[in-house]
């Protein structure tokens, strides 16, 4: 690395930042604690908020932004740029080429696609249920001749000629980027790479994504909705990071800058920038990546993550010491096959808006939120509408003059007065509407835990609840009661708030690399070594591109399995590799097993036979980290310089004002107990302890919150 980050025994950073949809958060790792940044988010210019974030984080440390990059080795950044610009269809103006006969394939999408991913109260009503706009229009779709077969064999040669006559239609039409999906091009990719090499040739400046390249599995309208997603939302993504970049390094950085993508991980820029699709989602997935961290460290195998931000509450699992993975993702009603971490979000975070729904004469909570700009009433930046953050604020929750580290000026009589006038039509005053409100949030929020465990087969009551982002520690006593949970951990205090950054600072180097080869009766061994060593050498090339030494490469093989004539696959680890008969005869038995965990015990049907589908490596470059360093040991009792003012708090669990305890989170020791009610306040979060709660402050600093009330 460059020797001009600093000469030795002077600290050297890992910065990590997240930008969100309300804050971007920002993590300094490798001094003597951690340094957090947060500020707004500033939609239209998202660099100015990294900035901004950076800056903060740097004054903790005692420096400004700029000494800090000169001392920074890594920068790991999650982006919301590709999420943003499918969510407000602000993306390219994209094209497809594909196979003749096949242009519809995006449009017809799959029978589901009216309901894929919409709420459950729009799939119940038939006459709210459309298809999504066209991410490409039909006069930006050109079909071309040229067809392999199911084996890959070359059925009808691509009419060169032709292809470039229907890019130049396109280009005509005013396209900014090109996605190429041909038929069975999984199998073999010479089309694919030959036409976009005609087009690379005489458009350069073209954005242009073949399916080959990006996600070489079978299931033609998946394939093809993942290159058209990706070549939308590429030029948006590459524009930002290019800029980024640029601004780094005439602020005198040198280091590495690395992305955070949707599977874990992190990848460059460049990579990024080609497959952009891989970065939707890659903010919550640094939490997790987190989460598992501390969570092996603690000795916690299974945990459900929960991430409560300004714009949306994210979910997901931890189960074995290990993210659960998915390969299937709906974006936008959109669904396409790419592996990523399973997580699963609600508009339920602290910008969500209130409202009053006149036909149930009922209140509803989001999913539309006030984002940073307006923000919540109690901002007083213009929003109009109140929020959870509005209601958080009149129950006594939020400590108005501490809010965001006390950065975000905070006006508690603004959200009072519009909370109340949103309760005239129910004759509740601005106190019932917020505890209402909240309950609502609660229950909205436990109800998607539900889905991701109970409807999976899984018993919430055996895991942990991680509660991070900058409004989670606020409500998490409450979605936890909701759900039944009985233990909720606030991953190192205050570092909660901005977890999802802490986990990207914390990731390694990562890539899936997948390729379907169907192989059906009874598995050869031969055969599954062919095809994992043709995916050992794509993975080998990541790596190398990466820098990544020998030493910290480590391949973690799975393969997707079915019964013969089913269409959905199981997930099923490969535990060595090169592989015999007995190993394989081993993954049989756990794909049974797994089958029956995920569909009821007697669902499997071993007499039909396995086939193999996909095959799978995940490619994971160790990159250094700084040790987690534990906090000061205390006795139970919270040191007299922990208390704080006490204040009054509504709790709705005794239907009263109480004047409730407050403690300074970040003086309180290890083994400190705190009996509920009371009130953590963090520089830029809240812990709220229920009544009839207790908690205590671990080894790590995390604040335990015991549901139950048991000593802690």
């Not at 982002?469 to 951990?489: N, Q």
């Not at 049974?592 to 193999?612: D, H, Q, T, W």
């Amino acid at each position: 690395m460059d020797d001009r980050r600093g000469s030795p025994g002077e600290p050297r950073y890992q910065v990590g930042i997240d930008i969100g949809g309300t804050f971007t958060d920002c993590v300094l790792l490798g001094g003597a604690e951690p340094h957090l940044g947060k500020s707004l988010t500033t939609h239209g210019d998202l660099a100015t908020g990294f900035f901004d974030a950076l800056g903060v984080a740097a004054a903790q440390a005692g420096a400004d932004a700029a000494t800090v990059l000169a001392h920074t080795e890594f920068i790991f950044h999650g982006t919301t740029v590709g999420t943003n610009a499918m969510i407000e269809r602000r993306g390219a103006r994209t094209g497809l080429l594909t196979t003749r006969g096949t242009g519809d394939v995006l449009l017809i999408m799959r029978g589901h696609g009216r309901v894929a991913g919409r709420p459950i109260d729009e799939v119940a009503h038939a006459s709210i249920q459309l298809r999504p706009r066209p991410l490409v229009p039909r006069r930006l779709i050109e079909e071309v001749s040229q067809r392999h077969d199911l084996n890959g064999h070359e059925v009808v040669a691509l009419d060169e000629a032709g292809t470039m006559r229907a890019v130049e239609r396109l280009v005509e039409r005013g396209i900014d980027a090109l996605a190429i999906s041909f038929l069975w091009s999984f199998q073999n990719p010479d089309h694919e790479q030959r036409a976009a090499a005609l087009v690379r040739e005489r458009f350069p400046d073209l954005y242009v994504t073949c399916s080959s390249d990006l996600v070489p599995k079978w299931g033609e309208y998946e394939r093809t909705a993942a290159t058209a997603v990706n070549s939308y939302v590429g030029p948006p993504l590459a524009g930002y990071l290019d800029d980024l970049l640029a601004q780094l390094g005439r602020r005198g950085y040198r280091g590495r800058t690395l992305i955070l993508q949707c599977a874990g991980g992190v990848m460059t820029p460049e990579e990024a920038s080609a497959s952009a699709l891989l970065t939707i989602d890659s903010g919550p997935a640094g939490g997790i990546t987190g989460s598992a961290g501390l969570a092996r460290t603690g000795g916690s195998p299974n945990v459900i993550c929960t991430d409560m931000g300004g714009t949306s509450f994210d979910v997901g699992l931890i189960v074995d010491g290990q993210p659960v993975r998915t390969s299937s993702t709906v974006l936008a009603q959109y669904t396409y096959s790419v592996p990523k971490i399973d997580i699963r979000s609600v508009g339920t975070g602290g910008g969500s808006y209130i409202r009053y729904d006149p036909i149930s004469r009922s209140l509803k909570v989001g999913p539309e939120s006030a984002g940073a700009d307006p923000g919540p009433v109690c901002y007083g930046r213009g929003g109009t509408v109140p929020t959870i953050t509005d209601a958080d604020v009149v129950l006594g929750y939020v400590n108005p003059s501490r809010f965001a580290g006390g950065r975000v000026a905070i006006d508690p009589e603004a959200a009072r007065r519009a909370l109340a006038a949103l309760g005239e039509p129910l004759g509740l005053d601005a106190v019932e509407v917020a505890a209402g409100a909240i309950r609502i949030s609660d229950a909205r929020m436990a109800d998607l835990i539900r889905r991701l465990t109970v409807q999976q087969g899984k018993d919430p009551r055996e895991f942990e609840i991680f509660a991070y982002g900058g409004a989670g520690p606020v409500h998490a006593a409450g979605y936890a009661r909701e759900l039944g949970g009985a233990r909720v951990v606030v991953p190192r205090g205050d570092l909660a708030s901005s977890w999802s950054a802490f986990g990207a600072a914390r990731s390694d180097v990562g890539s899936v690399l997948e390729q379907t080869e169907i192989q059906a009766g009874e598995p050869d061994a031969a055969a599954v070594n062919a095809v994992f060593a043709a995916l050992d050498r794509r993975a080998a090339a990541v790596l190398d591109r990466q820098g990544i030494a020998a030493d910290d490469r480590v391949l973690v093989r799975s393969v997707d399995v079915r019964y013969a004539g089913q269409i959905y696959e199981v997930e099923v680890p490969l535990e060595r590799y090169p592989c015999e008969a007995g190993d394989l005869a081993l993954l049989e038995a756990r794909f049974a097993r797994r089958y029956e965990e995920l569909y009821g015990e007697g669902s499997g049907f071993p007499g039909a036979g396995i086939e193999l589908v996909n095959f799978r490596v995940e490619a994971i470059g160790r990159v250094p980290k700084p040790p987690l360093q534990e906090v000061a040991a205390g006795s139970a009792t919270p040191p007299p310089d922990a208390a704080a003012e006490p204040r009054e708090v509504y709790w709705t669990e005794l239907e009263e004002w109480r004047r409730t305890p407050v403690f300074r989170g970040p003086r309180l020791l290890a083994g400190n107990e705190l009996a509920g009610p009371a009130i953590v306040d963090m520089p830029d979060t809240t812990i709220v302890v229920r009544p009839g709660m207790r908690a205590f402050v671990d080894g790590l600093g995390s604040v335990v919150i015991d549901l139950a009330g048991s000593p802690a």
